[in-house]
């Protein structure tokens, strides 16, 4: 007789958030188990707009009515909520036993960020930031080149990302809740910056915001002076409405150099039907390596005590330290000394 074990019960996922990047979360997660959506707004329309997509891949997608109804319904939890509650609802989750992914940046506060990752070790429980840009393929290269020596010691790293202004909800725009384009958009480059590059020393920055309250501009410039000499310029851009998502970085070492543009890369086209769209504010992907997929499955691989993923809570919470040493020199209109 052959004994068979039991299957394993469904894994049961929740999603505090209902915004736009949760819309980007979503499909990755269905393919790993069933949904459990909680948000003060826009929940039961995720719902409905992902429902056929969740009968697809024998998933199911609901609703809870509470934070303390989803905690009790799940296994683990994707938190997606506006940047300014990102350590409230990490912190509820971790209370209620429970792994945790958190979208970018960990907090808004360096406080609260060490806090969340002590809370996390001293529970036994994973946190985990969703840094995707360390999934994305060109991305993957660089530091693969970097850490197989094919660039010999890096010199100079440039980074640049660009598009429209998130004008559809306010918080972004006021940098007390979402740190401005440094810590919503540049902190991704930030981050890859240190994971090619290494430790980071001081920390130079400007910014300009101009345009209206209907058509706001704002860019910034941060210089990162690495502890091996290495120097990294980073620019980010929030343009016009009809400003088209790109990404570019040109990293040199000596032995060599390597480049990337995603406007000259568009190497896959897909016209797919979407439940819902992005609204041109996340990059394009390739569905058949969805970078956001990717980064989930690695989380919740963790999770179950499979290899650990490629970004830490530390890696999180260095982020947002370095997105805040940032703004502090736009502040102070000097560089800014940072020990990581």
Known sequence: MTLQSAPRPRRRIGLVGAGGIAVAHVPGLLRLGDLVVHSQDGAPALAAAFADEAARVGSTIT????????????????????????????????????????????ARTDADADDLVARAADAGLQLYP????????????????????LLGDLAVLRFSRSGAFPTRVAWFGDRAQSG?????????????????????????????????????VEAAHVLLTHASGAISHVAGLWGPPHLAFSTEYSVTGTLGSLSHSSLAE?????????????DGFLPSVDPAEDPYALELADFVAAFDGGPLPRV???????AVRLANAALASIESGQPVEVTL
């Open 180 to 216: 401005g384009i440094v810590m919503d958009q540049m902190i991704h480059d930030l981050d890859i910056a240190r994971w090619v590059a290494g430790p980071v020393t001081r920390v130079s920055a400007v910014t300009v915001r101009t345009g209206d309250d209907e058509h706001p």
């Open 63 to 106: 609703v809870a009515d509470s934070l303390d109804e989803l905690l009790a319904a799940v296994d683990v939890v994707d938190v997606v909520v506006p940047t300014p509650a990102h350590a409230a609802v990490v912190r509820a989750a971790l209370a209620a036993g429970r792994h945790v992914v958190s979208e970018k940046p960990l």
């Open 312 to 318: 830490s809570a530390a890696d999180g919470a260095v």
């Open 266 to 278: 568009e190497d896959t086209r897909a016209d797919l039907a979407t439940p819902t769209a992005v």
């Open 130 to 149: 969703a840094h995707v840009v360390r999934w994305f393929p060109a991305y993957r290269r660089l530091h693969e080149a970097v850490t197989t020596g």
